[in-house]
């Protein structure tokens, strides 16, 4: 083992372990000492708050006018059967997943006993199929429509009412598809240093999500936190950064969209939307591409295809340092 070191070791090993498709360990060592809990810590947090979920947001019944109304031939009153609605667990079909909000429409007839299953369609499907929800009565019927919303954390029915027309009941909505996010830390011996550390996470989701998805989705976004300090720290030369000025990628990147040669449509849109170069489509998500004003389906299929043509997509996975970099040539050419 050398004495004197001039950096620090950079972990290697990534062990999974599948308990089911809904839970995982990740085994990741060797640490130095004390540089586990610096990397567990925030990353357990931002998987508790920061992984994207779906949740009902509300709620229209036809003939219920407030959530302590009852529904004629059915069983429950309607505040425990809004609250089965809040406990369903679901999962959105791939499709829909380009959708950050949708509307379901459902109409059953008695007698039934409503239960989870029923409310499967090419949009949703609900994972725990036996879930209770209403005893409908011979002859009675229940109408109901649901607002699907994709979001973070937890969002009280009290700020969701401003966003909701006047017909619909807010509910309380749980976005969180992370049901456990816990860690250990156990010293491995590493070069004859018994003091090196290994993380062992365990993530266990609702299914709405898989596991490692939602883990890779909270490294990503303390990556992206970080890259705050590199706009100016990435002035600062080092005797092993992978980036300069003369690199073809990023060459590619900051070259004019013009030599995408787009149809005159989609051009426009992003002209005018300040939209000059590669990189800024690259790093831009779907919905926000697709948000552009008057850019249609059609336009966005072309700039996904002629993007790809060059070797990049929407939404590109980059490498946080291309990314750092990038974003601050951007910064500087826009100026």
């Given at each position: 083992m ?13 062990e999974?372990?599948?308990?089911s498709?809904?839970?995982i360990?990740l085994h990741?060592?060797?640490f130095?000492?004390?540089y586990?809990?610096t990397?567990?810590h ?10 994207v ?13 407030h959530e302590?109304?009852s529904v004629r ?19 959105i079909n ?16 008695g007698?039934?006993?409503l239960?989870?299953e029923h ?15 209403a ?7 229940l109408k ?7 979001g973070?954390g937890?969002v ?9 027309g006047?017909?619909?009941?807010p509910?309380?909505?749980?976005f969180t598809p992370?049901k456990k996010?816990v860690?250990?830390?156990?010293n ?20 709405q999500?898989?596991p ?15 890259s705050?300090f ?6 600062v ?9 003369d690199?073809?990628?990023l060459?590619?990147?900051?070259s004019s969209?013009?030599?995408?040669n787009?149809e ?8 005018k939307s300040?939209i000059?170069?590669?990189g ?6 779907e919905s ?11 336009s ?6 002629k993007?790809?043509?060059v070797?990049?997509a ?5 490498p946080?340092?291309?990314v ?12």
């Amino acid at each position: 083992m050398k004495s004197i070191k001039i950096r620090p070791y950079i972990p290697e090993r990534l062990e999974i372990e599948e308990f089911s498709p809904n839970h995982i360990k990740l085994h990741a060592y060797p640490f130095e000492p004390h540089y586990a809990i610096t990397i567990a810590h925030p990353v357990r947090r931002l998987l508790l708050s920061s992984t994207v979920g779906y949740a009902p947001i509300a709620i229209k019944i036809k003939g219920v006018a407030h959530e302590f109304d009852s529904v004629r031939g059915v069983s429950e009153d309607v505040a425990p059967f809004i609250t089965n609605i809040k406990n369903l667990k679901f999962k959105i079909n791939s499709e829909a997943q380009k959708q950050e909000k949708f509307e379901l429409h459902y109409e059953f007839r008695g007698p039934i006993e409503l239960k989870g299953e029923h409310l499967n369609n090419e949009i949703i499907t609900i994972l725990d199929s036996d879930l209770h929800l209403a005893n409908i009565n011979n002859e009675a019927e229940l109408k109901f429509s649901l607002i699907i919303q994709k979001g973070l954390g937890y969002v009280p029915s009290e700020a969701i009412r401003a966003e909701i027309g006047n017909d619909y009941i807010p509910l309380d909505a749980f976005f969180t598809p992370v049901k456990k996010a816990v860690y250990e830390i156990e010293n491995v011996l590493h070069e004859s240093n018994p003091n090196f550390e290994k993380i062992i996470f365990e993530v266990e989701t609702n299914g709405q999500v898989d596991p490692m998805d939602a883990f890779k989705e909270a490294v990503g976004i303390m990556h992206s936190q970080m890259s705050v300090f590199g706009a100016e720290l990435n002035d600062v030369p080092t005797s092993n950064n992978r980036l300069n000025d003369d690199s073809p990628e990023l060459k590619t990147l900051l070259s004019s969209v013009e030599i995408l040669n787009l149809e005159h449509r989609p051009s426009n849109c992003l002209q005018k939307s300040n939209i000059k170069y590669i990189g800024e489509l690259v790093l831009m998500s779907e919905s926000d591409l697709k948000n552009i004003k008057n850019l249609g389906k059609r336009s966005f299929d072309e700039i996904v295809q002629k993007l790809a043509e060059v070797g990049y997509a929407i939404g590109g996975d980059l490498p946080n340092d291309l990314v750092i970099t990038l974003n601050k040539r951007l910064a500087k050419l826009k100026n």
